[in-house]
């Protein structure tokens, strides 16, 4: 295991997570380099039964050192914007095994992509192919395309990450898919390559992949007919894991079920997994600053910790639950009792988890799990706090691999208007 206890001490692989606290302080996220290592194996393991393509979803955490681990592993990358593109491209990513997501593709970033050739663009609207294929001839490029359809499935998870219905804004209905197919071919700037689809996040069971794929096959049957052969099919990302003991999906299972649907078809699967990859395989490390134990409400003690709703919002925002532990063991006569974990931060809202029963002191340093995936990706600037720092572990060794942001960092981008000084 990546993230484990030693004699009382938890450690990052064999890194006691004391040690990376005393050097670059806290709030920090800490990252097991072999656990990400270690989940990209096993989901290439899973799928050994058809021709694949991983493509990391570089918005589940985009540090360079991240996006350089998965390029050493021969991953292509699911990227939403340009500046994911200067990532994956800067951490030494091959932009042929890049997709391109993302209902608001400006022309820049269009134009950016076709520059650097990505393997294929997945357009989600009749007016983006139309923009694509005049940005394309602009540049005398010819541009591969996936039409991301809405596969109307329900992936039965939390609503703000559920996008695979007929109500959500992403992807194209299933009829619109054909006349864009249709479109595609009539223009010499564009080639269709895939099909695309993705359903959701945080998915637990197969059965909504498996019921997306078979209306993709639908489509793709459907196109066969009408003399459009796909090179790829993209079921896209969404693969849960597990964060308050629930059944983490089941990969082996996720895999047999996804090739045997492919078997005896000449289609690449192509996958855009992001937490699933990262999501344990990272933790937030933060120390209590101060307790406000409430004699008269046993139920609503707050651990005030120097992490905030600005370093990790997935609670404030989804109400998501992260497990928290303790990273030594409390002082001996230290009783347990129910706390709220709550940052510095000026809203209600700003909290890490609620009513976790620990034995806590001032001082303690506290493991948020399961917060290396929309973690680090989701901080701000708000109350103008710093953000963390971020450490990548590797054995017995650390590296910071993101310093933590400094105050100069914070105001480097603004100049003081003098006007605003002056009185009138
Ligand atoms: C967010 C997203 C992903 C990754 O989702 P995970 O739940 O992190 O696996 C993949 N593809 C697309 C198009 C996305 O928007």
Not at 38 to 51: K, V
Not at 376 to 399: C, I, K, T
Request: hydrophobic content about 40%.
């Amino acid at each position: 295991m990546s993230f484990e206890s030693r004699e009382g001490l938890l450690h990052a692989e064999a890194v006691p997570l004391t040690a990376i606290a005393e050097r670059v302080g806290t709030p920090v996220y800490v990252y097991s380099a072999s656990m990400m290592r270690a989940r990209y194996a096993e989901l290439d393991a899973a799928l050994t039964g058809s021709r694949h393509q991983l493509c990391y979803a570089v918005k589940a955490n985009s540090n360079l050192s991240v996006l350089r681990l998965f390029a050493g592993l021969g991953a292509g990358f699911d990227i939403v914007s340009a500046g994911e593109l200067q990532r994956v491209v800067s951490a030494g990513g091959d932009p042929a095994r890049v997709v391109f997501s993302g209902v608001g593709k400006s022309s820049e970033e269009i134009d950016f992509a076709l520059k650097h050739a990505v393997g294929c663009f997945n357009i989600e609207s009749g007016g983006e192919l139309v923009r694509l294929a005049e940005r394309a001839r602009l540049l005398g490029k010819k541009a591969n395309v996936a039409v991301r359809v809405n596969p109307d499935v329900d992936a039965k998870t939390h609503p703000y990450i559920s996008t695979g219905l007929k109500e959500n804004k992403f992807g194209v209905p299933a009829e619109q898919a054909l006349e864009l197919y249709a479109a595609i071919r009539a223009d010499m700037h564009l080639n269709a390559l895939g099909i695309a689809c993705h359903i959701g996040s945080q998915i637990s069971s197969v059965q909504p992949f498996a019921e997306a794929l078979d209306n993709l096959l639908v489509l793709v049957d459907t196109l066969e007919t009408q003399g459009v052969s796909l090179g790829h099919l993209d079921i896209g990302g969404g693969l849960g894991i597990s964060y308050q003991n629930e059944p983490c999906l089941d990969a082996a299972v996720y895999g047999s079920t996804l090739t045997q649907r492919l078997a005896n078809r000449d289609l690449t699967l192509v996958i855009e997994p992001g937490r699933y990859l990262v999501g344990e395989a990272g933790l937030l490390l933060t120390t209590v600053e101060y307790l406000k134990p409430r004699p008269t409400h046993e139920h609503k003690n707050f651990a005030v910790v120097d992490a905030a709703m600005n370093d990790l919002i997935r609670p404030a925002l989804y109400r998501a639950w992260h497990p928290v532990t303790r990273v030594t063991p409390p002082a001996p006569g230290l009783e347990p009792r129910p706390w709220d974990i709550v940052g510095p931060v000026c809203e209600s809202g700003d909290f890490l988890a609620e009513d976790r029963r620990l034995a806590l002191a001032a001082g303690d340093l506290l493991a948020i799990s399961a917060a290396g995936a929309y973690g680090m990706v989701l901080s701000s600037n708000y109350n103008s706090r710093s953000r963390p720092a971020e450490v990548m572990v590797h054995g017995d060794s650390f590296q910071v691999v993101r310093r933590r942001e400094t105050l100069r960092d914070q105001m480097a981008l603004e100049q003081p208007d003098e006007r605003c000084a002056a009185r009138p």
